[in-house]
């Protein structure tokens, strides 16, 4: 691969593909290695449960800041180089975290850490961008495959080193993970300028907020992934209490297996994005919100069968893996020149619904138990339906009235 690269994009290469899939799962995976690890981590760092669970919610909240303050810069920046930057300097932030002596050490490090984790979502556009427009699905769905596997073997991956040697090998070997894909990241990716033109810090903020304003497709968008991953933090928030309780009665180990469902799940994003490439972008959107909302039925009746509960988290996987690979090919379709200021502000969205997911899970399931947290899942995927619904009705008035619509382009198959 050379070190140039046409902005638009021949396709990719299948090993920079793949890079740049394991780059953003390895990314994104450190942000929950820390879940299962809090014991531990409590008791060798000295601090109680209530400040051990304070590290996952630093993650939560640096990764969020990330997503506003610093996704953007690569409509503003060489994207290479900010790429490579974000994951030198989480590689560096996990250095700290592997040697912290204290809890307050190791929750600063853990925040900055998920802060430059979103290099993630600078690679993600960075691939839109290199991929021809044929591709360009299936560039997404792969590398968002990657993103979804990283986010979901974390746990698991931080239990087995953590059994190898302790928590802090969880974090030494990550450190180095992040370093070598700094390495690779800078050795073959093609070097890329970001198409802001000379607009100043503050205004590309105020103009990622503006993307709303002027993007109807966008404010559709992020309101349907929003649900959608809200939908999604339902169930893998409360799965762990039905699973635990009667009656499964599940171990940790047992109930962590659970999580290789969802990798299923997850491989079928480069077929959603294929479908997309040929056109059907908005059936396989519709397809992803009524399977999502046909899912819950099925994790209802999981409370007393598990074969109906894995086909539930399966049919809930495949459809959201189907909503999110579909949005993003709408939406990187609108602005090439502003397209890591639409990721920022739809994968901030994103980021809002999953953590009102999960705090909605906790309510329901005291008030009304796994019947309680079925119907809070079913009623939140019911909204992407009836949000997509609303999106082809406003859209083809919208395209009635002008024939060069800002989803034209994105929505062959409307």
């Known amino acids: 691969m050379t070190a140039t690269t046409s902005r638009t994009g021949s396709g990719l290469s299948r090993g920079l593909l793949l890079l740049m899939s394991v780059a953003t799962g390895s990314a994104v995976a450190g942000n929950y290695f820390a879940q299962p690890l809090l014991d531990l981590i409590g008791r060798e760092l000295g601090i109680g449960p209530s400040r051990a669970a304070l590290v996952v919610t630093a993650a939560q909240g640096g990764y969020a800041l990330g ?61 839109a961008t290199l991929a021809a427009p044929a591709e360009r699905g299936r560039v997404v769905g792969t590398v968002m495959t990657g993103l979804m596997l990283g986010l979901l073997l974390a746990r698991t991956a931080s239990g087995a080193l953590s059994e190898l040697g302790g928590w802090r090998t969880v974090y030494w070997v990550h450190a180095a993970l992040m370093a070598l894909m ?20 503050p205004a590309l903020l105020r103009s990622t ?17 929003a649900l959608s991953l809200a939908s999604f933090s339902v169930l893998w928030t409360a799965l762990t209490f039905l699973l635990a309780g009667p009656p499964y009665g599940w171990p940790e180990s047992a109930i962590g297996l659970v999580g290789l469902v969802g990798v299923v799940g997850a491989l079928t994003a480069t077929v959603a994005g294929r479908l997309a490439d040929r056109g059907h972008v908005q059936t396989v959107t519709g397809a992803g919100t009524v399977l999502l909302l046909a899912s819950w039925p099925a994790i209802a009746a999981g409370a007393h069968g598990l074969v109906w509960l894995l086909a539930g988290v399966l049919v809930l996987d ?30 901030t969205c ?65």
């Open 209 to 225: 907020v503006a993307m709303f304003r002027y993007e109807p497709l966008l404010r559709w968008r992020a309101g349907i992934g």
């Open 67 to 127: 997503l506003i303050l610093l996704v953007p810069l690569g409509d503003l920046m060489e994207r290479r180089r900010l790429a490579v930057s974000l994951y030198a300097a989480t590689a560096v932030f996990l250095l700290v975290s592997a040697t912290a002596a204290d809890g307050t050490v190791l929750l600063a490090s853990t925040a900055l850490t998920a802060l430059t984790s979103v290099g993630a979502q600078v690679v993600v556009p960075f691939a």
């Open 318 to 347: 495949l459809a959201h893996q189907a909503v999110l690979n579909s949005s993003q090919n709408v939406l990187y379709a609108l602005r090439p020149e502003a397209r890591n200021r639409i990721n920022s502000a739809f994968m």
């Open 182 to 201: 700094a390495v690779l990241l800078r050795v073959f990716l093609p070097r890329l300028g970001g198409d802001g033109g000379r607009l100043s810090y």
């Open 350 to 414: 994103l980021f809002l619904g999953g953590a009102a997911g999960s705090a909605l899970t906790s309510l329901a399931w005291v008030s009304g138990g796994w019947t309680g947290v079925c119907v809070l899942g079913a009623v939140l995927s019911a909204g992407t339906v009836v949000l997509w619904v609303l999106e082809r009705v406003t859209g083809r008035r919208c395209s009635s009235r002008s024939p060069h619509s800002p989803d034209s382009s994105a929505s062959s198959d409307s």
